[in-house]
């Protein structure tokens, strides 16, 4: 091969630079793993755990799509037949009080930024 | 054949370097717009649109203008603009990257521009002219770049290329239509509500944009070894002649209809432009009659003397006028049309519109992006075309 | 010879088939979205939306020349629960509803020798939830929209700020967000909202937005806000007007009423008695 010296070390350095993100989460990774705070108000959520802490997100869009845009209904009900309202800020942050201690343990570890608070008004934090 | 692009003497250099500093201020203007938002401009609630979509408008016109050499060279055969047509595809192309960039410089959520193909709206006019576009672009490019490899290998062109260089001709028809159908879809605009709009935007294309490729062509005459040969600046003069005159006569009929009928509709938006509006208060509103009156005596003064042989005798005459006809016809489509469209509002209303000095940066930014494009393009294709000739 | 004509007649019955079903197409094409294109054939009523509702206003002029703080009290009701930002200057101004003159919302009716009552009375303006809304039309990518009930909305997280829905718009009744409207001055409040609701969410700048007719308060059974604060005046009606039997029906069958700009065939919802 020509060029051997030259070509491995670059292709080292390309390597390093394209997987920087996942090293560099290793490297500065404080051991702190995400632990959203539970709600006391209610046991069970509107849809399964697996599904809310995978695709809470969908469930948002879905209802957004339904109410604002398809005249849906803005109460929903539990499989358990709770009430609930079908609003991130008169539902869920209804129970889930607090931005800081639930949304933001998971969404600032994932480094998301959902764009949600840009427009509805974040709850006032308790501390 | 992206590497010609890589050498070049000094002043080539030194063009692209002067264009990249543009590029970069206009870059850094947009940052602030970004973060800001388009307030930063001088558009308003009355005004909602400025430079921005003007300057969109009035490319989309020169990117169809290449159609002008495509036509006749390949639909027609005519062997005179053998030289010159990959530099009307190449400035379609760039023309197209500009109108994009000025589109998204104008949004205000650039961020979601996707959403038009993700939620696609067939009644609306700007899902059409994204798809329009942007076909013309691709078509543009291929066909071109195409075209030009299998001039450097000496190789007949793969026939389905032809194909595509067919269909570019009535696209390049449908991407000035369809930007005219934006505005004269409108209730309610009564300058923009009117069925000469696609007419009097393809007729002012196919002047502008072939004006454009004239000055070009004798930029490059001037600084290279490269020449599209005498005939075919003088062919693309004359139709550039006629285009001309029916765009003047387009316009005319416009005044007609309005000043006739004595619909105030009608005129309200033609003496803003020409006149100058006064308000109840005795304010004069008059910030465009300056350059329209400039647009149309130096473009009607341009088409006249092109009409006389002794005005077109030398290629210094030539570039004059060329360059008084796009000049015209960038005023009148790339100010005039847009900004007149705004006034008086709905609610009757005056405002005048003057840009910001980071409205105006970005700007020259995408135009600067623009001519970038164009000389990479430009360099590769006069590359080949002069090793095949040496 | 034979072989041509077959060819010509060929092409020519293809033609024909083409341009009996492109029309039919095209048509389907823009009825994707039924939204955008309810228009019965001309005039100037028009018809329901799905649910065969159709909500309006009609807003009686002489009331609020009557009362001249009443229109004000109207808008504040109004933008102060959808937290519309006040910024002090006209370039970055955003309203939901404001009052114009006479001349200004009724450009095409004569003012010549206009009625003493009009000269200064403030003529209450908003979105006329046209049943046949050329911003609707032009939205490319449906972030306005005419909802179930007739009305016509925006879908703040959709938009991307084109602009096209204000350049359709003939009666001025959309605003952009030029800047954010949520910056903060030094105490940490929002300097353009003065008491932010936090049951209606603000906007982000580089999107659209406009009057909604109160959706969020039709859903709790509840009238617009602007209504619930003339209703003591008995200055405007809000109703279905496909329903003969609601109130603003009624009040249509026994006043005349004019509505902006009609001869455009948006059908607006807003009908004013003068």
Redesign the interface.
């Known amino acids: 091969m020509y060029d051997t010296g030259k070509i491995i070390p670059g292709l080292l350095v390309f390597v390093g630079l394209v997987t920087f993100p996942i090293w560099y989460g290793f490297v500065s990774a404080d051991g702190h793993l995400p632990n959203p705070e539970k709600p006391t108000k209610a046991k069970q959520c509107v849809e399964s755990t697996e599904f809310m802490r995978t695709s809470h997100m969908v469930l948002l869009n879905d209802w957004r799509d339904n109410i604002v845009r398809e005249g849906g209904s803005r109460h929903g009900k539990t499989a358990d037949g709770t009430e609930f309202v079908r609003s991130l800020h008169k539902g869920c942050m209804d129970c889930h009080t607090s931005k800081r201690k639930f949304c933001d343990e998971c969404h600032t570890y994932a480094a998301v930024k959902p764009y949600c608070w840009d427009c509805h008004i974040q709850p006032k934090e308790a501390n | 054949m992206i590497e010609k692009a890589l050498s070049g003497n000094r002043l080539y250099w030194a063009w692209l370097a002067f264009l990249l500093v543009i590029m970069g201020v206009g870059g850094l203007s947009y940052v602030q717009q970004f973060n800001?938002?388009?307030?930063?401009t001088g558009?308003?609630?009355?005004v909602?649109?400025g430079l921005y979509i003007s300057q969109f408008t009035f490319l989309v016109g020169v990117a169809a203008g290449g159609v002008m050499l495509v036509l006749p060279y390949y639909l027609h055969n005519y062997k005179v603009f053998g030289r010159i047509t990959i530099l009307g595809e190449f400035m379609a192309v760039a023309a197209v990257a500009m109108c994009l960039m000025f589109?998204l410089a104008?949004?205000?959520?650039?961020m979601?521009?996707l959403?038009?193909l993700?939620?696609p709206?067939?009644?609306?006019?700007?899902?059409w002219d994204?798809i329009v576009l942007n076909v013309y672009l691709f078509l543009n490019i291929v066909g071109g770049w195409v075209m030009l490899n299998a001039e450097k290998k000496e190789m007949p062109p793969p026939k389905w290329v032809k194909g595509l260089i067919y269909l570019s001709i009535p696209w390049a028809i449908s991407i000035h239509t369809v930007t005219a159908f934006?505005?004269c879809?409108?209730?309610?605009?009564h300058y923009w509500l009117t069925a000469i709009l696609a007419p009097r935007f393809l007729a002012s294309a196919f002047a502008a944009g072939p004006a454009l490729l004239v000055i070009c062509a004798l930029i490059l005459r001037r600084f290279t070894a490269f020449d599209v040969g005498k005939e075919a600046i003088s062919k693309l003069v004359t139709i550039i002649t006629y285009a001309a005159i029916l765009n003047f006569f387009f316009v005319g009929l416009e005044f007609f209809v309005g000043y006739y009928s004595n619909i105030p509709g009608h005129m309200h938006t033609l003496d803003y432009l020409f006149f100058g509006l006064t308000d109840a208060a005795g304010n004069v509103y008059d910030n465009l009659v300056l350059p329209m009156r400039f647009s149309m005596v130096i473009g009607m003064a341009a088409t006249i003397a092109l009409l006389f042989p002794g005005m077109r005798d030398t290629y210094t005459k030539i570039g004059w006028l060329c360059g008084m006809i796009f000049l015209s016809l960038w005023i009148d489509k790339g100010l005039g049309l847009v900004l007149g469209?705004?006034v008086p509002?709905?609610?009757?209303?005056i405002?005048e519109y003057y840009p910001t000095g980071i409205e105006l940066m970005i700007t020259a930014a995408v135009w600067a992006t623009g001519f970038f494009i164009l000389t990479i393009l430009y360099k590769v294709a006069i590359s080949v075309k002069l090793t095949k000739e040496s | 010879m034979d072989n041509s004509r077959r060819k010509f007649l060929k092409i020519a019955g293809l033609s024909a088939i083409a341009g009996i079903a492109a029309p039919t197409a095209f048509n389907g094409l823009l009825k994707g979205e039924a939204q955008a294109s309810s228009a019965s054939g001309g005039g100037h009523g028009g018809t329901g939306a799905a649910s065969g509702k159709r909500y309006g206003f009609v807003i009686d002029v002489s009331k609020f020349a009557r009362d001249k703080g009443l229109a004000q009290r109207c808008i504040d009701a109004c933008h102060s629960i959808h937290n519309v930002p006040d910024y002090g200057n006209k370039k970055d101004e955003i309203k939901w509803i404001w009052t114009d003159g006479f001349e200004n919302v009724f450009p095409d009716h004569s003012h010549y020798k206009k009625n003493a009552d009009l000269h200064d009375a403030p003529i209450l303006t908003l979105c006329n939830h046209c049943d046949n809304p050329p911003c609707v039309r032009a939205c490319p990518t449906k972030a306005t929209f005419k909802n179930p009930d007739g009305l016509v909305l925006m879908d703040f997280h959709r938009c991307i700020g084109c602009r096209f829905c204000m350049a359709a718009c003939p009666y001025g009744a959309r605003s952009f967000n030029w800047r954010s409207p949520r910056e903060l001055d030094a105490a940490g409040n929002y300097k353009y909202i003065k008491n932010p609701k936090p049951e209606f969410p603000t906007r982000m700048r580089g999107v659209v937005e406009k009057c909604n007719m109160c959706a969020e308060r039709l859903a709790e059974g509840k009238i617009p806000a602007c209504v619930e604060e003339a209703r003591g005046a008995n200055a405007m009606v809000f109703g279905d007007l496909n329903d003969p039997r609601s109130r603003i029906s009624k009040v249509l069958a026994r006043k005349f009423t004019i509505q902006r700009k009609p001869a455009l065939g948006t059908h607006p919802s807003i009908f004013y008695i003068i």
């Not at chain 2, 709206?121 to 899902?127: G, V």
């Open positions: 800001y938002g388009l307030g930063i558009m308003s609630r009355d909602s649109w589109i104008d949004l205000g959520q650039p979601r521009a959403n038009v993700l939620h709206t067939p009644n609306s006019i700007l899902f994204m934006l505005y879809g409108l209730p309610g605009r469209g705004f509002t709905p609610m009757e209303y405002t």
